[in-house]
């Protein structure tokens, strides 16, 4: 891409977020109605297309939660029942909910309201099954199962396994934006690419659980992803724009993308493509804002960058982690809908939650990524043990934004700094985060900064998407402390982009080159006693792992 385009690409994607923004004033074009009648489907089904139902695992008792950020070892080798395992923990359903007449799923992988705009793929180049020969196929949470949408060769899988001796396979994620625009109009586009960084971890988080690593490939341009998934088979889709590109991501040795990737040759390889996908929705409501981005955020193939390695604590650690069962604290992960205002958060387990916070080479789940860390967390502290409440700072990237101020926790050496003096800021938290009460009634809440314009000057306009990548892999992990805590986490993404900024005396609108990217907070839930919880799945589960 020339100078002048690649400029042009970045003032697009500048000129979607500060559109995208809610203000005080008034929040970002998006439906005053939900039509819901018009609700895209939340499942999407390949009609035609063979289907191998995948086994449901229990896999209790095998991993404690803290197991899964010791160093990786020599990945386990494949098999079905890992199989299953690793996609329902990473992608399947944890429960269904009912209240009244409605039904709907609660999924592993959270999504913005519960929309999940993601697909998923799994691509193989070596054979597990007798139903499941190498080659490609669409993951079916709703049965638990593997629609074959095409085959490999066996001259060219065996050509795969001989090249990429430290993999065996990969997943692939797409979009289908109007699961989310349905519901959230023009700021859909960055809850689609926070889904993506959610995904993401939480197939780190299973890959773990089983002994597989998993290990984005920042090198593939979006038409050859979109070609590997077989997205790029209009002919396939009802839809006129059916799933977009996201990325894929190597089953096997953690961080080894082997000097040739496979992806070319999978394109070109791929034979006996079989399924017509469903339709998934009538025609959605067009939104030029984002319509009008959309092609500078198209990813070209890019070289791996050098991710730094993850900073020590240099003093005292927390105290020893007696560890929940891995499996069992997966599926019991939910996003918060009310938390008590009361329930405060033990300073080990908040020591803990900020180590795992901290980005590098060996620090799950952010060693899935090749990018360096460039999402600094500025943190609302309303109750935990040893801390006064007040503005803090988590320093993850090298440039974090200029509010560091003294040590606040000097005696374990973390890059954790004051940012304000003491004070109650439940309600000023709840205020910004478009005056919901999960800002300020939970022991903290967290607003994720980045340098966009650094980012986007230095990697170009499509940058903008890892950049929510890597919020959603922070947000998957802070929800999966929180349950190992005893709390309960929620992601935000309603929040004034720009009061945030103003708050800490960082520029307000176009100027500002640090950006609010994302929201969580984490604390006691309040759970909702009208609502019935329902198996996950009809077929049992079984003790295959055990």
Known sequence: M???????????VRGYHEVSKHHVSGYAPGPETLDWEQQPAPFRCFDGAPLQALPLVEGTGWRRYPALFEPPSIPVAPDLARLGLFLELAFGISAWKQYGGERWAVRNTPSSGNLHGTEVYLLLWRGLAEGLAPGLYHYRADGHGLERRALLPPAVADGLCRQQPESWGAIGLSGVDWRETWKYGVRALRYAQLDFGHALAAARFAGAVVGWGVTLDPRPADAQ????????????FAEAAPERPGLLALLGQQGALGEVAPWATLAEALEGWCGKADRLAQPMRYWPEQAAVETALVK????????AARPAATASSPATEQGADAVRLIRQRRSAQRMDRQTGMGQPGFLRLLQRLLPGTDSVPFDTMAWPAAVDLLLFVHAVEGLEPGLYL???????PPLAGPPALPAHGLPFYAVSEPADLR?????VACYQGLGGR????????????????AEGGWAYRRLYWECGLIGQLLYLEAEANGLRGCGI????????HALVGLPAGPAGHWQDLYHFSVGGALEDSRLATLPAYERPFSDVLS
């Not at 020339?2 to 697009?12: G, K, M, Q, S, Y």
């Not at 993404?493 to 945030?500: H, I, L, N, R, S």
Request: charged share 20%.
């Open 442 to 457: 939970g022991a903290f809440s967290l607003a994720m900064l980045a340098d966009l314009d650094g980012v986007l000057a």
């Open 2 to 12: 020339n100078p002048a385009d690649r400029d042009e690409a970045i003032a697009r």
């Open 427 to 431: 309600a000023l938290a709840s205020q």
């Open 493 to 500: 993404g309603c929040f004034f982009d720009d009061a945030v």
């Open 225 to 236: 992803v979109a070609a590997v998934l077989g997205l790029d088979r209009t002919g396939d």
């Open 394 to 400: 988590l320093q993850r990237s090298a440039t974090p």
């Open 300 to 307: 070209p193939a890019c070289p791996a960058m050098v991710a």
